[in-house]
């Protein structure tokens, strides 16, 4: 999915198999109408931050009877989206400190709204069904051993390292240089393509190696092990070309356009208390990715079964 630190993963786009698509010229129908109870909402389309969505605009529409519309942008743009009161709200963000400098802290178009309380995590996984066969693959340092068995007809006679969207702002092609590792990048294309491809070779019991993330409701699918990079240290990724350590553990945070923030009334004030858990999340993702659920009826379950959560966001 998505990095979400320095190098923002741009937006994927869940189960269409298709590109991300760059809507930072749509704007809602509803954005800016004066007077009128109505919210627009940015969806990235990971499933988990469709999630968020999901359940955000079912409690806006059903309990507090807002009208409520959802603009797909891609990640970055999405914030000048915000900054210009297209949309209202990004619900999911995974770290963008160039955009909270310009936007929260120079502009100041632009608001905090508060932790997700999911904290996020992108790295290099490996089917655990191999990790536990070859338990020394969890380590980057052995990867090449095990570069002719990651290798595929797209990789050019290395190992895969499996990718989604080309869209992405990843880390990977770097560490994969400066780490001097017999791999090649390979893109599946999307989101719902990478699902797919894993998908299948956990029904082949073939090894793999691909970036992959946390929350994420495949993991209940098809359980996969971390590889161990270079342990992240604050500022170890600020240059994108000389990237050769891990991910960090990101908690995620939601924005708010600032003048929204300030005169969104309860519909503000909900989507600043909007705090649920990484169970809660991938519960609504797993509804909606696997189960086939529209968001609408992923997010009517989980909120008739967790009525004791979202009541305290409408307080």
């Known amino acids: 999915m998505r990095v979400r630190t320095t190098a923002a993963v741009a937006s994927l786009v869940l189960l269409t198999g298709c590109g991300a698509a760059d809507m930072t010229q749509q704007a809602s129908p509803f954005a800016g109408a004066q007077g009128a109870r109505t919210v627009t909402l940015s969806v990235q389309s990971w499933v988990g931050a469709q999630a968020n969505v999901a359940v955000a605009q079912y409690l ?13 942008v891609d990640e970055v743009p999405a914030w000048d989206a915000l900054s210009q009161g297209r949309v209202d709200a990004i619900l999911e963000d995974w770290g963008h400190p160039d955009q909270e400098q310009r936007y929260v802290q120079d502009k100041k178009t632009i608001v905090a709204g508060g932790g997700l309380g999911v904290t996020g995590h992108i790295g290099w996984y490996v089917p655990t069904y191999f ?8 380590d980057w340092k ?20 499996m990718d ?6 990843t880390n990977d092609k770097a560490l994969v240089t400066n780490l001097k590792l017999n791999y090649q990048v390979v893109f599946a294309g999307s989101e719902a393509a990478q699902i797919t491809q894993i998908k299948q070779f956990a029904k082949e019991r073939k090894p793999f190696l691909t970036y992959w993330y946390s929350p994420q409701w495949l993991f209940e699918k098809v359980p996969m092990t971390e590889v161990k990079l270079p342990a992240y240290q604050e500022g170890c990724d600020a240059d994108p070309d000389k990237v050769a350590c891990a991910y960090p553990h990101t908690p995620l945070q ?5 003048d ?5 009334g309860k519909a503000a004030a909900l989507l600043k208390k909007f705090k649920w858990t ?4 991938n519960e609504v993702s797993l509804m909606i990715a696997d189960q086939k659920l529209t968001p609408e009826e992923a997010a009517k379950k ?3 079964s967790h009525e004791s959560t979202w009541k305290a966001w409408l307080s």
Not at 164 to 169: A, D, F, Q, R, W
Not at 278 to 281: L, M, R
């Open 142 to 161: 052995n990867l090449d051993k095990y570069a002719d068995r990651m290798r595929t007809a797209e990789s050019g006679g290395k190992g895969q390292l």
């Open 278 to 281: 990484t169970a809660d999340q």
């Open 260 to 264: 929204f923030a300030r005169s969104g």
């Open 131 to 138: 990790a536990k066969e070859h338990p020394d693959v969890t």
């Open 254 to 258: 939601k924005y708010l356009n600032a």
């Open 60 to 72: 806006l529409e059903h309990e507090l009877g807002y009208r409520v519309d959802t603009v797909q």
């Open 302 to 304: 989980w909120v008739d």
């Open 164 to 169: 989604g969207s080309p869209s992405y702002v």
